[in-house]
């Protein structure tokens, strides 16, 4: 009897109509798509008690024209437009719906939920293109002496709402000019940019370094993070990111020699030294600033030899969470260097990786299982090295007897190989999901080696409490000091207010079990009330008075940002609108 | 014939007189000595055009009892000092001259030259020894509130007036009672002691922690200056040094996971992540503050596994400096990892290095000539790796193959070896150089790849405009962005103002020539007079917007420190007085 084909939803394959919500909302490239393979559509059918008709029909798909519907602040008089205009050209500026809603948006679970339904949340009046720094210097200028709201947006894949211009006024659109390379300077192994430029435009400058700067070595930026495609290298400062292969080439922040600035108190570029004894440094100060303090308008970065030929991947099955984490924990203490791309997966994230990848119900499933690596207790790891070749290999050689003394089973390269090729893809689901009206979302944390189980457990355990909700967990990101913990959490809302709510209490929760409030997305509007709370008043009053010295009036990305001038939060005006169904 | 004992100084091997001068400045253990060779004798008379007789009498030794013989700010009322003593009780209260003199002398040049003829620089009314943060926080309100100057004495090592108290008031001694350790954590790999604490005691304990904690390894601190064995935990963060292993474990700065601040806003201890996006860190900002901002009373540091058995030794000779620079660049960028120990010398300070070990004129120097290794063109590179076994001799193999690509030849191990032995006893032969008359004196800078060649060259152009001047000249912490120089000069000055004139003229010459202000040894308030037109008065307002929160009524290290409130250089007031003869 032939096998009846099984049910497949028609996931959506179309790019979003032009001018439509979708197009804004929509991740990462109009015309790329991962969809949910068999066994992932199978689980959410089971979790969530739906069934092949619950499938069939999609939930607002935003596919809608940008419409604004309702009042938003309209700061700028018709002069304050006309001087602005002035100062970077007509062509340079937008008034549009479209593009104040297109500019005013990140990607946060909300603001999707928002747009699907045809709203939007807080815009600014106006967008602005610069050209170069001189364009952003009068504008500040200006700014500063109106009092004048400026937001900036990147590459726009915020998910802390860091873009969002809650106030109004000016967004300046950073990745449309100021998005040319500098400088290349192979003797001192470094790039200089502009912030708007975005990672594969820098990436490939980089690695095609031979043919067009006539260098001696190809390079590579070392950071790649999972919006890596659609983030800019301002956003990787300014949120203070951290790429998929941070473990050995550091986060973003590590690489940083240099930056020069735009301010309400003034201009300037710190210095290139990679090391000085000369006091504070104006360079440390401003990374992770989040635009509050004023505009980066230029970067310096380290860059490394590129040499992924030298590449030797991994990946290993361990009994237990804690087994997996030790391995790491002796990985990252061990004095041999580091794998770049280290990820330990929990028992369900595993679980439901195995799943994914086709793996569960097959041979090799049983065999993992008849050795004792048991479902929802095992734990996928999976890694590859870096580095000059033998450097790379002797990284790789340590990684595995590591990995054997803490009851790691090799699962081969191929794991991993699977994962590289998707690596940028996952966030792409998110709209098939939403489209049948199901939520996912994720936050993160940084944490010591010795408080990581308390807060993974803690914060697992609310998550959980929930009836009907995936929790996949994930470590990626090693320091011989401690980890990163990441949390996926899935599942279905009644309501925007239900789930903020729920949002609200697991970042109560990371912070209270003794997380940190973010490890690499940082804290935009959206996890800055808790600032105070989690610094400290005293460190808190540092950071308010450096924004006090650059930016006495305010403009600079106000309403929220780390905690300076705590709003509402934004988008609570629609909060009984329901998310995507 | 028999041949002649050749003349040798009486360079002095007995301990200074108890309360002498000389006590308060001679470098390091009372007992400790290392005296020039005959190599390095011939040299000094040659140099200088002296003779034996110049060496037969002693000037200048310092060897009367400390009498305070000049009227010093008084600024203390004996209410004010009742007060104080109550807080930390009288056995802690020091007000006799010999303290005052002690604990107000750090181990710059013109202080040594100065208490060498029984005159002091500024001195404090009061030493105070804290018994722990509670006493610093009873005492920084009360100095606070009653606008008394509040100066620190960690090891007393500052070679920038760092801890000169220009403006009188109190200093408080950190190393008596601060100087515990008070967790050990080797999960997270950290340990956290009181500021206070000298380097040997806290290695010692790392070294010794499988019986001490129990612990699974034994442990390094990773941070070796010249000056480890007398100076603190708390000197190393807040004057941004670095240690002899630097290029593998990082600079001081980089070890720090957090810090334990008593400031006059307020008291804080910041955050343990190993990494963590909330904004710019408080934890960065106060690194190098030199207690400008507040007293640091605690820290948290990374440690790492130690392996000394994993040790390569290797040296080599380049043909000349350049050689030698880009095989250390090689090595910094090569990917994969870095040597722990790693110094070239350029000609000069590689020619009085072969005469200091006595090679010169030995058939390895005709050998190492013959070959093309010319005296005042060729220099030696010294180093070692660290780490895991393999790890260390992968690095080792790398290392040589690169040296011998840049036509370096091996010279062995053996230079290394004798480097180890002495590697913290440098400093001792300044007191015999001094008590001949003769100076010897350092500075040094950080420099970027692509400036390192120009900066040399100038600075050392400028010392040897001076006839009859040695330039020592090394490079000892690399990065894969850059490196050090570090000069050494020495000479003979007609006064402390001819002499002061000189080095003011060398930081002015590192500095147009684009290096930093100073690259491990901090800015005090020797080099700050240029800290504004080295950053621009843009930077310099972000540091004083920070001096301005944490220390209003400006009472923290004041007088010049980081450039905040420029002063007369302290001393001045004796600027007639002759150095050492």
Redesign the interface.
Same mark, same amino acid.
């Given at each position: 009897m032939k096998k009846k084909q099984p049910f497949q939803p028609d996931w959506r394959k179309t790019p979003p109509e032009p001018l439509s919500f979708r197009s804004i909302f929509k991740w990462g490239a109009p015309d790329g798509f991962k969809h949910p393979n068999h066994g992932l559509y199978e689980l959410l059918k089971s979790t969530f008690s739906m069934n092949d008709g619950h499938f069939s029909t999609k939930q607002n798909e935003g596919n809608s024209t940008v419409a604004v519907n309702k009042k938003t602040p309209a700061i700028l008089s018709d002069e304050q437009i006309q001087t602005l205009e002035n100062i970077v050209g007509k062509t340079n500026i937008n008034t549009d719906d479209y593009a104040r809603v297109k500019y005013s948006t990140g990607k946060t679970m909300e603001e999707i939920a928002l747009l699907r339904e045809g709203g939007t949340g807080p815009l600014c009046d106006l967008v602005v293109h610069p050209r170069n720094k001189d364009d952003i210097r009068q504008i500040v200028a200006y700014a500063h002496e109106q009092r004048i709201p400026v937001y900036t947006f990147g590459g726009g894949s915020s998910v802390t709402l860091g873009l969002t211009p809650v106030k109004g006024g000016i967004t300046l659109v950073m990745s449309t000019h100021m998005n040319k390379i500098t400088e290349f300077?192979e003797?001192? $192994?470094?790039i200089t940019a502009e912030s708007g430029i975005m990672g594969p435009e820098l990436e490939q400058a980089l690695n095609r370094a031979p043919v067009l700067y006539n260098s001696k070595h190809p390079y590579t930026c070392g950071h790649f993070p999972q919006s890596f495609e659609f983030s800019t290298l301002g956003g990787w400062i300014l =949120?203070?990111?951290?790429g998929q292969q941070s473990s050995y080439y550091g986060?973003a922040c590590d690489m940083v020699?240099s930056q020069e600035y735009v301010t309400p108190?003034? *201009?300037?570029k710190?210095?290139? /030294?990679? *090391?000085? =004894?000369?006091?504070?440094?104006?360079n440390?100060?401003?990374?992770?600033?989040?635009g509050s303090f004023g505009i980066l308008v230029s970067a310096t970065m380290?860059i490394?030899?590129h040499?992924p030929q030298n590449r030797h991947r991994f990946s290993f099955i361990f009994p237990s969470f804690a087994d997996a984490v030790n391995a790491c924990?002796d990985i990252s $203490? #061990?004095?041999?260097?580091m794998p770049s791309v280290l990820r330990i997966s929990d028992p369900e994230e595993t679980w439901i990786g195995l799943k994914q990848h086709g793996i569960e119900g097959t041979v090799l499933d049983k065999i993992i299982t008849y050795k004792g690596y048991k479902p929802m207790e095992r734990c996928l790891m999976i890694g590859h090295t870096?580095?000059?070749a *033998?450097?790379s290999r002797?990284v790789y050689?340590?990684v595995k007897k590591i990995c054997r003394h803490h009851r790691g089973m090799t699962l081969t390269g191929y794991p991993v190989r699977k994962w590289e090729k998707g690596k940028f893809a996952d966030p792409y689901m998110r709209e098939d999901l939403n489209d049948f009206g199901i939520t996912i979302d994720t936050l993160e944390t940084?944490?010591?080696?010795?408080r990581l189980h308390k807060v993974h457990l803690e914060v697992r355990e609310f998550i959980k409490s929930r009836p009907q909700t995936l929790c996949l967990t994930h470590c990626s990101?090693f /320091?011989? $000091?401690?980890?990163?913990l990441y949390f996926i959490f899935i599942g279905k809302f009644q309501s925007t207010a239900e789930y903020k709510a729920f949002q609200v209490e697991i970042i109560d929760r990371i912070e209270r079990s003794g997380g940190?409030? *973010?490890?690499?997305? #940082?804290?935009g509007k959206m996890i800055s009330p808790l600032?105070e709370r989690?610094?400290?008043?005293? $460190?808190m009053?540092?950071?308010k008075?450096?924004k006090?010295?650059?930016d006495p009036e305010n403009i600079m990305n106000p309403g929220g940002t780390?905690g300076f001038d705590p709003q509402e939060p934004p988008g609570i005006q629609q909060e009984n609108a329901k998310i995507s169904g």
């Open positions: 300077n003797t001192n $192994q470094t =949120a203070k990111g951290s986060d020699i108190a003034g *201009s300037f710190t210095m290139d /030294y990679p *090391s000085t =004894a000369t006091g504070p440094m104006v440390d100060i401003m990374k992770g600033s989040e380290k490394f030899r040499m924990r $203490q #061990g004095e041999f260097g870096e580095g000059e *033998s450097f002797g050689r340590s940084g944490v010591t080696w010795d990101h /320091y011989s $000091q401690g980890t990163n940190s409030l *973010s490890h690499h997305h #940082g804290v600032m989690h610094l400290g008043k005293e $460190q009053e540092v950071l008075a450096l006090k010295h650059f780390l």
